[in-house]
C-alpha cells in the first residue's frame, strides 16, 4: 500500500456555497480525499460569518454539507491570534497590489492555509480565485493550492 501525503482542504464561502448545492461535487471531494490524500474539508471559522444567514433554506443546505463532512467540531478550522495578525499583513500588502478590496475573510484563509502548510499541503477551495492567489503568493508557501470547484 502506498502512502497517502496529508493534504487538508479550506473551503470559503463560495466553496461552501459549491458544494452546499451539489452533492456530486462534495462526493468527487471527499472520494479524492480518500483516494488521493490523508487529511479533511475543514470550513475556517471566519467563513461561518459568510455563510449562516438565519434563514432556514441557505442555513439547511449549510448544515447537510457539515454533516456529510464530519463530526460538527471536527470541521472547523480555528483562527490563531498569529493568523489573525498574519492575515493583516497579507490583506495589506495584497491592497498595495490590487484595484480592488481585498476580503478580510480571504486574507484570514490563507493566513490560516499558511500556518497549517507548516504541517501538510493545503487547497483553498475558492470561488474567487484571483483574490485568493494574489494572497497566496504573497505567502511563498509552495504546497498551498488554490482550487475552483465545479
Known sequence: ???RHRRDFLLDSSGV???AASRDLLVAYLELLEQRFDGALL?????????RSGHR???????????????EDDIYAPLTVEAAMRAGVLRTEALSLSRHNISTTDAQI?????????VCAVTIITGDPDDINL????TRR?????????
Open 1 to 3: 500500500m502506498t502512502r
Open 17 to 19: 456555497s459549491a458544494l
Open 43 to 51: 470550513i475556517p471559522v471566519p467563513v461561518l460569518t459568510e455563510i
Open 57 to 71: 433554506g441557505p442555513d439547511t443546505l449549510v448544515d447537510r454539507l457539515i454533516k456529510a463532512i464530519g463530526a
Open 110 to 118: 490563507v493566513a490560516m492555509a499558511e500556518e497549517r502548510s507548516h
Open 135 to 138: 494572497l497566496v503568493g504573497l
Open 142 to 150: 509552495t504546497n498551498i493550492a488554490v482550487d475552483v470547484p465545479g
